[in-house]
């Protein structure tokens, strides 16, 4: 959630500490996803139709991460100066944030060339082209569509425009209250995005390995559970504050309800991984753990706990 939270004089205040680990590790894993290449040649190994979505997606990925490189690093030295002068000016704080916001709402929209590659067998099919469904007929079309048609639709497209509306908001001359309308509109947004990419995920796994899969394993069965209940749950509570704080200035705004959603959030990412750390074994391995782990650019919210507690714990008088 996009607020603007006035630190203690403290240096070692943990809601610094918090946005500056946090800001860190946003831009390391970036950058692990931009160095790590082994996506250059991949489709090589497919049919002709889908080498040539696969070729344009990769291409379209690697712009979008290129981006927000460069935003996560902008970002995290912002947090370092924020750290060390105990303070930015009003004018830099917006600055800084309007070309975070609009960096990462590019990259958000790079995905939308994966949008068209999920919705493009069911679009075959539609018109009778069966020859583009791979040969799977149903199950292939509505795997795709789920996994990535649905969710990646919607983030390189009503994601971008939460963002670029906050963005067109943050300005001193405007009402403090839009800003945090469209800040909050934009939080709740990733939640539904990584609500629908990794239900998508779970649930094509689920189908695809079996039931047994799922219930046989106490740590995969409750990862399924709060992945498709749990975040949509969560999404839904986050639209519920959201249209209830519409209209309020930073001082009116409940910061250990935003605080929480954060947290919640956060340990979400962190169970997740940490279930692998703990509990990973080669009969567990499958397509949800290749992605959560391997293909997951949204891992850096496993940090997200650092800056939920102290927002949560703080004061508000």
């Known amino acids: 959630m996009l607020v603007s939270i006035k630190a203690e004089n403290n240096f070692y205040d943990p809601l610094k500490v918090g946005l500056l680990i946090v800001a ?13 290449l082994e996506w250059i040649g991949e489709w090589n190994f ?38 060390i002068k105990k303070g930015l000016t009003t004018t830099t704080t917006y600055r800084i944030l309007k070309i975070v916001l609009i960096i990462e709402a590019i990259y958000w929209f790079t995905f939308i060339t994966s949008g068209f590659f999920g919705f493009e067998p069911a679009v075959s099919a539609l018109l009778g082209d069966t020859a583009n469904t791979q040969g799977t007929g149903l199950w292939y079309t509505a795997s795709v569509l789920i996994s990535m048609g649905i969710p990646c639709m919607f983030e390189s497209t009503i994601l971008p425009i939460a963002l670029v509306q906050t963005v067109r908001n943050l300005s001193p001359e405007k009402p403090q209250t839009k800003a945090i309308k469209w800040g909050l509109i934009s939080g709740t947004c990733y939640i539904f995005v990584w609500w629908l990419n990794n239900a998508g995920l779970w649930i094509y796994t689920a189908v695809w390995k079996g039931t047994e899969y799922v219930t046989s394993y106490p740590e995969n069965l409750f990862s399924f559970i ?80 650092l800056l939920g507690l102290p927002l949560l714990f703080r004061s508000e008088s």
């Open 24 to 36: 860190v590790v946003f831009f390391l894993f970036t950058l692990h996803g931009l160095l790590t």
């Open 46 to 83: 497919f049919s002709e139709g889908r080498s040539f979505w696969t070729l344009i997606t990769d291409i379209s990925s690697a712009i979008g991460l290129i981006f927000r490189v460069v935003g996560s690093l902008i970002a995290a030295l912002a947090v370092v100066a924020y750290f």
């Open 226 to 305: 709060i992945t498709v209940f749990g975040l949509l749950a969560l999404g839904i509570f986050a639209t519920y504050f959201t249209k209830k704080s519409i209209g309020s200035k930073l001082e009116m705004l409940k910061l250990k309800t935003v605080g929480a959603i954060i947290l919640i959030a956060g340990l979400y990412f962190l169970w997740n991984y940490l279930t692998w750390i703990f509990f990973g074994k080669p009969e567990l391995w499958s397509d949800w753990y290749a992605w959560f782990l391997g293909h997951n650019l949204d891992l850096w919210a496993l940090s997200l706990p």
